[in-house]
């Protein structure tokens, strides 16, 4: 199994602030069949489903705000949000889609300073 | 609209069955992988194995192969999660998610239930 290790586990950051919350994974999840790195970002605000920030490491998904970006290939990525606000308090997730199982990370909790 | 609508709380006992359903609504079933996802309480994200109903290849995570059971009926666009044996260790909440299809391969999850809380206790 790939496994996902995110840093840190906590975060606390001011509000209008940066955020960076970073992901390793044990091996590459670039596929060079299509040179894309097979890597999502979640976020999981109390008692609700996660939901899909970022696919491809860096595609951001419809609706979600410009502030939340992705970078990073082959074993290192990194969530970053630009300007922190208060509906952005959750837990952030990766996960690789490489191969199955389709591993997450441990998860980052993110909250206000 | 997008909509997984997944069945309700269960209260079990240890070494009870359970089957937990997942309804699909607002686009082509069969185009599309239905993943499992376990939360423990407090905990992270456990992916447990995916199914894609258009064929019912299913992959699973071998943390769960051989301790549940994904299947899917395609006319009535749902995905099912089952145990002939629960323990209460798997007392969690239970999402399912879409799965984007890609080369015969799931790629990642783009709509999910709102879950299914499964306590298992004697």
């Known amino acids: 199994d790939i496994v996902m290790t995110q840093s840190p586990d906590s975060l606390a950051v001011s509000l209008g602030e940066r955020a960076t919350i970073n992901c390793k994974s044990s091996?590459?999840?670039?596929?060079?069949?299509?040179?894309?790195?097979?890597l999502a970002w979640y976020q999981q605000k109390a008692g609700q489903p996660p939901k899909l920030l970022i696919y491809?490491?860096?595609t951001r998904e419809s609706g979600v705000p410009d502030r939340f970006s992705g970078s990073g290939s082959e074993t290192d990525f990194t969530l970053t949000i630009s300007a922190l606000q208060t509906e952005d308090v959750a837990v952030y997730y990766c996960?690789?889609?490489?191969?199955?199982?389709?591993?997450f990370g441990q998860g980052t909790k993110l909250e206000i300073k | 609209e997008v909509q997984l609508v997944q069945s309700g709380a269960e209260v079990k006992k240890p070494g009870e069955s359970l089957r937990i359903s997942c309804k699909g609504y607002g686009y082509s079933f069969t185009d599309y992988w239905i993943g499992w996802v376990r939360q423990m309480p407090g905990k992270g994200l456990d992916w447990m194995g995916i199914?894609?109903?258009?064929?019912?290849?299913?992959r699973y995570s071998p943390s769960v192969q051989g301790q549940v059971t994904i299947s899917a009926d395609e006319s009535i666009t749902t995905a099912y999660l089952q145990w002939n044996s629960l323990k209460a260790s798997d007392t969690a909440m239970y999402y399912c998610?879409?799965?984007?299809?890609?080369?015969?391969?799931?790629?990642?999850?783009?709509?999910w239930g709102q879950g299914a809380l499964v306590t298992v206790s004697s």
């Open positions: 491809w490491a860096s």
């Open positions: 199914i894609y109903p258009g064929d019912s290849d299913t």
């Open positions: 091996q590459s999840v670039l596929y060079s069949f299509d040179n894309y790195n097979y």
């Open positions: 996960q690789q889609y490489y191969s199955t199982p389709h591993t």
């Open positions: 998610a879409r799965g984007i299809t890609g080369t015969s391969h799931p790629y990642y999850f783009d709509y």
